[in-house]
């Protein structure tokens, strides 16, 4: 039984290699490096990875807690949007570990232009308790329909220490880093957008996080969670934001963001007017911002439309005190 490369998966003699970094599973590790891997492999050791996360996917047994090994060396250039219909299953990138503050992970994955319309997203997922951690995404797609950089339309999904990504139709209305239509989504210590891309035009929605309820066909916000999450944006117009959906129903029961920071680029040429926005006031949910903190933007939330604040915000009246957002 060998000791290198790890021949017989995560594991030798019976003990993780890893120890706590890569979790113990009941179920198949699998390998991905895009730069010396093949998708002719059998993913099952360092030396036989597969090439591209779509392999990967498809090998993976529904239910069986797989893991999935992203090698931090090298960028996954995808060619076609990476569906995840399979549950429970967990992808990590090796970058060392702890994963880090969410941005400038080794393990990434892109997607170019396809000109195919169904490819929305770089990644779309509708699997039940699907994990990841450490890893880039990024999606710089000039094709009209490939609106986000990942879809996410899953159940109980979990983001650890991601970063989202778009460069792509920076100016187009309603393009965002993240679809977000997810059941029990829950997102920590992530990195939405950059300072780099100015975004938006004038009467353009440009949001890092996007809530438009059933884009994905029968998917919507429900009972999501942003923690400890840093949101950037480079704003062309004030109508830039972070979080914004057009509809009264586009959050169900409640939408939770904690200590997340909103930070407009000092180099932008407008200032968002709300960091949480919505085209109306929500009817089958609550929005709560706890501890927010803000540079260069001017409100929190919009007005009466069922978002509230609480803990110390310099641009809110009242503090530490949950209150709907007024001004």
Known sequence: MGLTNYPNGISSFGIPVFGGAVPATFGNVYFVDYRNGSDGNTGKSTTKAFKTLT??????????????????????????????????????????FPPGLGYGAGARVTQGTTGVASDIATIHNTGVRNTFTGIKFSNSSATAT????????GEYTRYNHCEFYKSGLLTTDLTAEVLCNGDSSQWYGCTFGDLVNERGASGKERPNVLLTRELITGKVARDCAFVDC???????????????????????????IIRPVFWNCVLATADPADCVNFGA????????????????????????????????VPTEATTG?????AT
């Open 321 to 325: 005190v949950s209150v709907e957002c």
């Open 146 to 153: 490939c609106l986000y950089t990942v879809a996410e339309g």
């Open 55 to 96: 392999k990967a996917y498809a090998s993976v047994a529904s239910n069986g807690n797989d893991l999935i090994l992203i090698d931090g060396d090298s960028e996954i250039v995808e060619t076609a949007m990476v569906s995840i219909t399979s549950n429970r299953v967990h992808t990590i990138g090796l970058n060392g």
């Open 230 to 256: 840093l949101f950037q944006q480079k704003a062309a117009h004030v109508d830039v934001c972070y979080f914004y959906g057009p509809n009264a129903n586009d959050v169900e029961r409640r939408l939770l």
């Open 281 to 312: 006031a929500q009817t089958a949910g609550d929005v709560l911002v706890v501890d927010p903190a803000s540079i260069n933007n001017s409100h929190i939330g919009g007005a009466s439309l069922n978002i509230y604040v609480t803990g110390a």
